[in-house]
């Protein structure tokens, strides 16, 4: 069964395949009838967003998986490694786009066509809302790839705006600024190549188990506090595994307690944690005596 958050990244990314599946049609057909290629990159970068949107659904699909006997955590592992294909397919446009402008700033050909600007302006206003839409969707759900594809439409939206600035120097100054629609391009290619680095490096980071989640550690120590005959917390190691997080946490109670009370409270404590934070998907707490008691 779906939660609120695997529901709404999945709604999220249902609009941005048939948004890039629509533009992707609009921008190709535009620059080939306008003579723009800045507007045949934008097309083309779209059309990698509609394949990178495809396997961002396919992953939260399969990270919906209950854990079985081979993934006693579950599947959500499988987010950062679509993270990573997504990263690809940027960089592969970008490659595409860059390779593709300097053979057309070598090659003589016409000014792009008025009309492309309209088609730019109404591309730039749809993809920066499409960001904002896919972002606010991704800032309760913290997944790596629904913000990957967010970002696909805040760079569609950049690009969009240097084709734009490049097909008006083209239209303005006339004869012998027809390759700023290609500068343009290149550009675009080279924002590309950025914006995949800034996806792929968090990405890295939740493979890695890389310690990023001090927010989240505060909050664990916080409400283990309120738990009755919990005295403190001492290590408190968490990692992230796709929209879910993985804790384990060592909670100090009173050293005089039986094994049985201290497993009581150990429950006490996951319970109270998952309730408060139901973003954790696993917690293992290793429940010691406060030393504390001791030396008072």
């Not at 690009?159 to 004869?175: D, Q, R, W």
């Amino acid at each position: 069964m779906e939660s609120t958050n695997e529901a709404s990244a999945i709604k999220a990314t249902y609009f941005s395949l048939l948004s890039n599946t629509l533009l992707a049609g609009v921008k190709l057909i535009s620059g080939f009838l306008g003579n723009s290629y800045a507007l045949i990159a934008d097309g083309i970068e779209s059309t990698a967003d509609i394949f990178s949107s495809f396997f961002v659904l396919l992953g939260f699909k399969y990270a919906q998986k209950p854990p079985d006997e081979n993934h006693p955590f579950g599947h959500s592992r499988i987010e950062p490694l679509i993270t990573f294909m997504v990263v690809a397919f940027l960089v592969t446009s970008a490659t595409v786009i860059g390779y593709e402008s300097i053979v057309n700033i070598r090659t003589p050909h016409k000014v792009p066509e008025a009309w492309t600007l309209i088609v730019l302006a109404g591309i730039i206003l749809w993809k920066e809302g499409s960001y904002r839409y896919v972002l606010n969707k991704n800032k309760k759900i913290n997944s790596s790839s629904l913000k990957a594809d967010a970002w696909h439409h805040r760079s569609d939206a950049i690009t969009s705006v240097t084709a734009f600035i490049g097909i008006s120097i083209a239209l303005i100054f006339g004869k012998g600024y027809e390759t700023a629609d290609d500068w343009a391009a290149l550009f675009a290619s080279a924002f590309i190549l950025y914006n995949a680095y800034l996806i792929f490096r968090p990405a890295l980071g939740e493979i890695m188990d890389e310690h990023l989640y001090d927010d989240v550690v505060a909050d664990i120590r916080k409400i283990a506090l309120t738990v009755d005959g919990i005295e403190g917390t001492e290590k408190c190691f968490v990692r992230k595994a796709g929209m879910k997080y993985l804790v384990e946490l060592h909670a100090l109670v009173d050293g005089d307690i039986s094994v049985a009370e201290g497993h009581y409270l150990a429950h006490q404590l996951q319970d109270t944690l998952q309730d408060q934070l139901p973003e954790i998907a696993h917690i293992t707490i290793h429940v010691e005596p406060d030393k504390r008691q001791y030396l008072e």
